[in-house]
């Protein structure tokens, strides 16, 4: 199994969740973040006042799979999250020890 | 407001005079006729209706009332109020961090409360009674004196008595407003004594003790606020014997919220963390509905002094809705030229500034000259709030000083140039008269704020520890927090 975490910029949040669950993800967890990365931040101006926002608001999104669908589920994020312009996110995958379904108790694959 | 020309006076008295003898006669002649004696001729004359003073309260009958005036300053005062609570409430407390979004509301809504019953007890009498040039007399303490009685129907009041010796009812008037009652006058007037020392707030915002700010506040409110209000208002005032203009409060409102503003700013010193820290508005959509709020409600305000639903009242509405507009635009276009992006809170603040331009033209001025004075304060401003602030380095932190003192000052300035003699009947402007009463307003506005400043900093303390300030006022003040 795997956990799949993606950082991607907010307003991409339905395209991907409607293409991960199309390909079969059952469930997804969604935080908002901040960070930065290659894209930094911006200045904002308040009377000329400037501030440098150092942190970008982003969306992080986390998806527990089989090993079987990871590659297709890293697919469908790439496609659909991507502008092709710095900042759209990066994604990490992690191998999953074990996965519990709290109403039933029942574990790893058929508890995902 | 009006400056109190005496030739002002004198042509509503010589309105309201004919009028007010041409109704109680033919009441008084239609009433007796229930009665079945033959009404002696001479005794059936009513007597003669009182004639409002021009100098000092006085007590006329009901009917000399006139009704649209009233109804309009019925509108106007509640118009006025909500550019406190909320307008400027939510104005301000969208510029703060959202940990002292609540402590900044508090701020407008208590003294709005606090001013009130000192208005009652004395400001109101300080203000706009006659006195001495620079102060009122104490004949309106707690509101004595003004009254109202109602009418009593003159069939049941001439039983035994012929009608014209009926009680008939009477209501008190301001010499400042002789066609509405005293009660809608004072408390129009009180909505500006609300709002002078609200406009405060902006410069101590995120720091400074609420008590120490309530008893500031008191005292401001009758040692600089009332005796300015009586020196530009009150008829035997200095500045308004002199001929200053100041139609709905450039130099009472203001200069002096913002003089008092910057000593604020200079005795307390800077926010912790100030320029080093981010300190952004935490919600500008607050601080936009709030800016709007004061917009709508500045036509109480400025058309409101005229004290008439008239032709004055209605050219100050116009050139106060134009002026704004170009304020608004002009701190847009110079702030998008110089820095690059056309804000939000930049138009907003370009609206606050025009407003506070017009105020005092106002009732002065036709449609173009608004439009001037709207650049000029628009533009000014931005640069009094971006640039001067920086150069002077003292930590006006949501610009009560650069946009209420210096906006002041341009209109009050603009009012000597522009005034036109059509609207006022006569009296010309003069940009030397008007600069006497805004170093008069500077000068002792600044040091008596800064004196008050000073012994309450001795006694009480004016800040919160920086513990405090850390945490926020809104936990460590009112024990309440915004999610």
């Known amino acids: ?112 | 407001m009006i400056t109190l020309s005496r030739s002002f006076l004198f042509a509503l008295l010589a309105l309201s005079v004919p009028l007010a003898w041409a109704d109680p006669p033919a009441d008084a002649t239609s009433a007796p006729v229930a009665t079945s004696a033959p009404a002696p001729a001479p005794a059936a004359a009513p007597a003669a209706p009182p004639a409002p003073s021009t100098t000092e309260p006085s007590v006329i009958l009901n009917s000399q009332v006139n009704s649209g005036d009233t109804a309009w300053m019925l509108a106007s005062m509640a118009l006025v109020l909500m550019m406190t609570v909320p307008g400027l409430a939510l104005f301000y407390g969208g510029m703060v961090r959202k940990k002292n979004v609540l402590a900044t509301l508090m701020q407008s809504f208590a003294i709005t409360c606090l001013v009130t019953i000192l208005w009652y007890v004395i400001g109101y009498s300080l203000a706009f009674t006659p006195g001495t040039p620079y102060i009122g007399g104490l004949s309106r303490l707690f509101m004595n004196g003004v009254i109202y009685i109602k009418d009593v129907a003159a069939a049941a009041a001439t039983k035994d008595a012929p009608a014209v010796d009926a009680v008939i009812g009477k209501v008190s008037v301001s010499h400042l407003g002789v066609t509405i009652p005293e009660t809608v006058y004072s408390m129009f007037q009180l909505t500006f004594a609300i709002i002078t020392p609200a406009l405060i707030c902006g410069a101590f915002a995120e720091r400074m003790k609420f008590s120490a700010m309530l008893w500031f506040m008191a005292i401001w409110s009758i040692v600089v606020y009332a005796p300015i209000a009586h020196w530009m208002w009150e008829p035997g005032g200095w500045g308004a014997t002199a001929g200053v203009l100041d139609f709905a409060g450039g130099t009472v409102v203001h200069i002096n919220a913002g003089i008092a503003a910057l000593a604020c700013a200079l005795v307390l010193g800077k926010r912790v963390g100030y320029n080093k820290e981010p300190m952004a508005p935490h919600n500008l959509v607050l601080t936009v509905i709030g800016a709007s709020l004061l917009w709508v409600g500045w036509f109480g305000f400025n058309a409101g002094s005229a004290v008439a639903a008239d032709g004055r009242a209605g050219m100050a509405m116009a050139v106060t809705q134009i002026a704004t507009a170009a304020a608004a635009l002009a701190w847009m276009f110079a702030e998008w030229s110089v820095k690059g992006k056309p804000s939000v809170l930049g138009i907003a603040s370009g609206a606050v500034a025009g407003l506070v331009a017009i105020t005092p033209a106002s009732g002065f001025v036709m449609p173009t000259p608004a439009v001037i004075i709207g650049v000029a304060a628009g533009v000014i401003c931005f640069f009094a709030a971006t640039s001067l602030k920086k150069a002077l380095g003292y930590d006006d932190s949501l610009d009560a000083f650069g946009v209420h003192c210096i906006g002041g000052i341009v209109g009050a300035l603009l009012t000597g140039v522009f005034a036109s003699t059509a609207l006022d009947g006569g009296q010309a402007g003069s940009v030397l008269t008007q600069l006497k009463a805004v170093l008069a307003t500077i000068i002792y506005g600044f040091v008596v704020s800064y004196i008050i400043l000073k012994v309450i900093d001795m006694t009480l303390g004016l800040r919160v520890n920086e513990e405090e300030e850390r945490e926020g006022l809104d936990v460590s003040l009112h024990g309440e927090h915004v999610e």
Do not use: C, W
């Not at chain 1, 991607?8 to 997804?28: C, M, S, T, Y």
């Open chain 1, 1 to 112: 199994m795997k956990l799949i975490t993606a950082i991607i910029k907010p307003f991409k949040l339905e395209d991907v969740r409607k293409a991960v669950g199309d390909v079969g993800v059952q469930g997804v967890t969604v935080t908002e973040v901040r960070g930065f990365g290659r894209q930094r931040g911006h200045t904002e101006v308040y009377r000329g006042a400037e501030y440098l926002v150092e942190f970008v608001p982003k969306t992080k999104i986390e998806i527990a799979v089989d090993d079987a669908l990871a590659e297709r589920v890293i697919e469908a994020i790439i496609n659909t999250a991507r502008t092709g312009k710095v900042g759209d996110g990066k994604i990490f995958v992690f191998d999953l020890e074990q996965v519990v379904r709290i109403r039933t108790g029942e574990r790893d694959a058929s508890a995902i």
